[in-house]
């Protein structure tokens, strides 16, 4: 079990390699896309938005959240997917990673660790630059950063199942479009879908893994978290249950 | 450079090693031996099943039947162990492109379980004998492929292993690569390294190799030492010529005195003899172009197109 998890650590460490000597061009967007979505959503859409909803506070506010969520789940989902299939089917490096000790459930584990790395750092990222937008600097602060772990867990766990499946690069633009776009258009960020959607189409939403991970971290955010067992279950489940597929299907591509 | 020397049990025990893909026999019941600081060759077409029973040794595919011994331990439920002490050089380049030279080295060594600074002084090592100490900070991508090869053979080495697995080190490289390569692989064996490799070139499994296992077709045909190998089943020379509009009487009664049939292929034809000089003083005698007309020593070429039917590139 040391030995796995050694492992598991050594994957993750050569992601970090890489990424120590890109993360300066990397995180500048990073800094960018928030302010570009707070200027343009939260106070520009925002000023039209009469705030006769469910929601009190300004429409601002009620986005933040969710928007630091589908940070966290675009960092984890360009990891898992494009990133993951270049390394194996161009770069052909875990090839040569599981012919040394390491195996394949160490380098599909370890790759969901890193992506989990990532999603807290986009996702920390939008939520320093909040601090700019409003949001104050407390203990409900940075109980968000370990949310972002668990979101980039359960999004980190749906690439790695999707990529260890799919034969051609291309069909990544249909998990993006067919499934992140609707997700993030319809999972409580913008409004609140319950108001909004017939209640058949406001259940399915519900379960959704960005519909959990908007409620876990508006709920942690706002100091008022209803559903904050479910949604940290559902997450965890969703993650594991996924990461045990991808590790599946990812030994039936590469031990044969 | 430190290889270690794994005493007297032999490294492989391999016994009745298959591996079928659905109808498809890759590896057909192979049974072999590695020794320890033998280097042994596996040498035979593409698709004779070189790779998969290279794999199958380096656990990463795991045989349908048969019995697989390493180091004394079993396949497959001792893989970690066993890829411990293993180094594998595969058939394609597969660096890590986003890394530089030495880090490449230094992941390895970390894969392999090595401290940070073990895995550093590693990394040196190898560089220096892969003679890249000054590409050391240079980005993979930028090296050329015989630079990317001797890396490649010298990632091989980072975990002091027991047995190098080597799949076709120089297929595809230019001739001074393939001679910087060979020279390379020749320091390891002087240095008592244990080395498997398989090739398709004959000059490279005569200069490297103690012994060989001729695969056709997932088998074993034959094995042994290339000289001894050639011995018990050729004549000593090949009598060899072009001749013009099928004018090969002079061959067909040379063939008729010795025991091997004349061999045809296009406008070539040759004849296996044991006394090079006389079959050759003999056809000039007859009014043959000594032009056209040549003896050489028999080859593991000649052996593998005796013993299979057909040639090694087919």
């Known amino acids: 079990m040391t030995g796995h998890l050694a492992s598991i650590g050594r994957v993750w460490l050569r992601n970090a390699w890489v990424y120590r000597d890109r993360w300066f061009y990397g995180l500048l967007p990073n800094f960018f896309e928030p302010v570009f979505y707070l200027l343009g959503l939260g106070l520009g859409v925002g000023y039209y938005v009469s705030t006769g909803g469910a929601f009190d506070g300004s429409y601002l506010s009620f986005i933040i959240p969710g928007l630091i969520a589908v940070s966290a789940m675009n960092g984890a989902s360009f990891e898992t997917t494009y990133n993951v299939f270049v390394k194996l089917h161009f770069g052909r490096i875990y090839d040569a990673t599981i012919a040394t000790p390491v195996g394949i459930e160490d380098v599909t584990i370890g790759e969901a660790l890193w992506a989990v790395t990532r999603a807290v750092i986009y996702g920390g ?21 370990p949310a972002l772990a668990l979101v980039g867990f359960a999004f980190a766990a749906l690439g790695l199942a999707f990529t260890s499946v799919v034969p051609t690069i291309d069909l990544f633009s249909y998990y993006f479009t067919l499934f992140l776009t609707p997700s993030f258009l319809f999972s409580d960020v913008f409004f609140p879908v319950a108001e909004s959607f017939p209640p058949a189409l406001a259940t399915f939403a519900s379960y959704t893994p960005l519909y959990r991970s908007v409620q876990l971290v508006r709920g942690i955010m706002q100091g008022d978290a209803p559903t904050l067992f479910l949604d940290i279950a559902y997450l965890t489940l969703f993650g594991s249950i996924l990461l045990a597929f991808a590790v599946w299907r990812m030994r039936a591509r590469m031990v044969r | 450079m430190t290889v270690r020397s794994a005493g007297t049990r032999p490294v492989v025990e391999a016994r009745g090693l298959t591996k079928r893909y659905g109808s498809f026999t890759a590896v057909d019941g192979v049974s072999f031996d590695v020794q320890p600081g033998e280097v042994l060759g596996l040498l035979g077409p593409n698709g004779a099943g070189k790779s998969t029973t290279m794999r199958m040794l380096y656990q990463v595919t795991p045989p349908t039947s048969g019995e697989l011994t390493m180091f004394g331990m079993q396949s497959g439920r001792e893989a ?227 013993l299979t039917g057909h040639g090694l590139r087919e």
């Open chain 1, 125 to 145: 990222v939008f939520l320093l630059v909040t601090l700019a937008f409003g949001t104050t600097l407390d203990a409900r602060f940075f109980a968000v950063i």
């Open chain 2, 80 to 306: 970690r162990s066993i890829k411990g002490k293993l180094g594998v050089v595969p058939q394609i380049d597969n660096l890590d492109e986003e890394l530089n030279v030495r880090d490449n080295l230094r992941l390895t060594a970390r894969f392999h379980g090595a401290s940070p600074s073990k895995a550093r002084e590693k990394a040196d090592e190898l560089l220096r004998f892969a003679e890249l100490e000054g590409k050391a900070k240079v980005e993979v991508r930028a090296l050329s492929g015989g630079m990317k090869r001797r890396l490649t053979l010298a990632r091989g080495l980072v975990a002091d292993p027991e047995l190098v697995i080597l799949d076709e080190p120089t297929t595809g490289l230019d001739p001074q690569v393939r001679i910087t390569l060979w020279n390379k692989m020749e320091e390891l064996k002087a240095g008592g390294a244990t080395l498997l490799m398989s090739t398709h070139y004959m000059d490279e499994a005569e200069r490297l190799c103690d012994r060989l296992l001729i695969m056709d077709q997932g088998r074993i045909v034959a094995e042994g030492t290339p000289r001894d190998l050639i011995r018990a089943s050729l004549p000593a020379f090949v009598l060899e010529s072009r001749v013009r509009d099928g004018a090969d009487a002079p061959f067909e009664k040379l063939a008729n005195g010795v025991e091997h049939h004349l061999v045809r292929s296009g406008e070539r034809v040759h004849v296996f003899v044991e006394d090079g000089a006389a079959a050759l003083a003999y056809v000039l005698g007859e009014g043959v172009d000594a032009n056209r007309t040549f003896v050489r020593p028999s080859s593991l070429e000649d052996l593998f197109l005796h």
